[in-house]
């Protein structure tokens, strides 16, 4: 369980992220669920993806575990990452 909460932190800030994303741009808007699934999906692969670039070690934490610190940051990388990706599909959406 401990090594599924910090994915399951990234995907919930994702999710969050990408619907902040269709509020901000309605007209280019994906929808409710295609925003929150690339949302969640751009939480996770952001959060991983600064995980492996080594962002939380240059930050003083260790990245992974349920240390609420390195939780926060994850999540808040999360929610970041899943707010870039439904923004990018909106670009790419037909009018």
């Given at each position: 369980m401990?090594?599924?909460l910090?994915?399951i932190?990234?995907?919930?800030a994702g999710?969050?992220?990408?619907?902040?994303?269709?509020?901000?741009n309605?007209?280019?808007?994906?929808?409710?669920?295609?925003?929150?699934?690339l949302?969640?999906?751009?939480?996770?692969?952001?959060a991983?993806?600064?995980q492996?670039?080594?962002?939380f070690?240059?930050?003083?934490?260790?990245?992974?575990?349920?240390?609420?610190?390195?939780?926060?940051?994850q999540?808040?990388?999360?929610?970041?990452?899943g707010?870039i990706?439904?923004?990018?599909?909106?670009?790419?959406?037909?009018?």
């Amino acid at each position: 369980m401990e090594n599924l909460l910090p994915l399951i932190v990234q995907a919930i800030a994702g999710l969050v992220g990408g619907n902040i994303a269709g509020l901000i741009n309605k007209a280019r808007s994906l929808g409710p669920l295609l925003n929150s699934v690339l949302g969640a999906v751009g939480g996770v692969a952001g959060a991983q993806g600064a995980q492996a670039a080594g962002l939380f070690e240059m930050l003083g934490m260790a990245g992974t575990g349920s240390d609420p610190a390195a939780l926060a940051a994850q999540g808040g990388i999360g929610a970041v990452a899943g707010l870039i990706l439904p923004l990018i599909g909106g670009l790419l959406k037909k009018k």
